[in-house]
C-alpha cells in the first residue's frame, strides 16, 4: 500500500494547494497606491492626455482600480468632468471622430511603466467591451498587475 503523502489524491491536493499559494502570492504582489500620494498623482496626470483626446477637456477620475508592481502599472478608470459632473459621449471629440456610440461608456483603461523615474503611459483603451489588455506581449510585461487576464 503507498505511502498515503504518495497517493494520487494527495498529490492534487499538494498541487492544487501550490497553485492557490501562487495565486494568491501573485494577486499580492501589486500595491495601490494611496490617495494624495504623489505616485497618484503622477499615474493620473500620465493617462489624461489621452482621457481628455477621446473625452474633451476637463476630465477627472473615480479610481476602480489601480495597480503598482515594480516598474509596472494598471488602472481602471471612470472619467467625469470636475466635481462629479456627467461626460454628454455624445458631444466629445471620440463621437465627433466617429460617431455616436449609445453603447460607449467613460470608461479608461490604461498601463504604465516607470520610465526614467517617472510613469508613461504605455497603453490606453477607452469603453472596452471586453477587458484589455491580454495579449500574450503585455502579459509578458504587465502580469503582475493583470493576475485576472494573465
Known amino acids: 500500500m503507498p505511502h498515503p503523502s504518495r497517493s494520487p489524491l494527495a498529490q492534487i491536493t ?3 494547494l ?8 501573485m494577486a499580492q504582489s ?14 493620473m496626470a500620465a493617462v489624461r492626455p489621452f482621457a481628455e483626446s477621446v473625452l474633451g477637456a476637463p476630465v477627472e477620475f473615480v479610481v476602480r482600480d489601480l495597480r503598482v ?12 468632468r ?8 455624445a458631444t466629445t471629440p471620440h463621437s465627433r ?3 455616436h456610440d449609445p453603447n460607449l461608456y467613460p470608461g479608461i483603461y490604461a498601463l504604465y511603466q516607470k520610465q526614467n523615474g517617472h510613469w508613461q503611459l504605455t497603453g490606453s483603451d477607452f469603453s472596452p467591451f471586453e477587458p484589455p489588455f ?3 506581449q503585455e502579459c509578458a510585461v504587465y502580469g503582475a ?3 485576472e487576464w494573465c
Open 14 to 16: 499538494r498541487i492544487a
Open 18 to 25: 501550490a497553485c492557490s499559494l501562487a495565486g494568491t502570492a
Open 30 to 43: 501589486y500595491h495601490e497606491p494611496a490617495r494624495g500620494s504623489a505616485e497618484r498623482k503622477e499615474l
Open 69 to 80: 508592481a515594480g516598474d509596472v502599472g494598471y488602472a481602471a478608470l471612470d472619467a467625469q
Open 82 to 89: 470636475p466635481g462629479g459632473g456627467r461626460i454628454d459621449l
Open 97 to 99: 471622430r466617429y460617431g
Open 134 to 136: 491580454m495579449s500574450p
Open 145 to 147: 498587475v493583470l493576475v
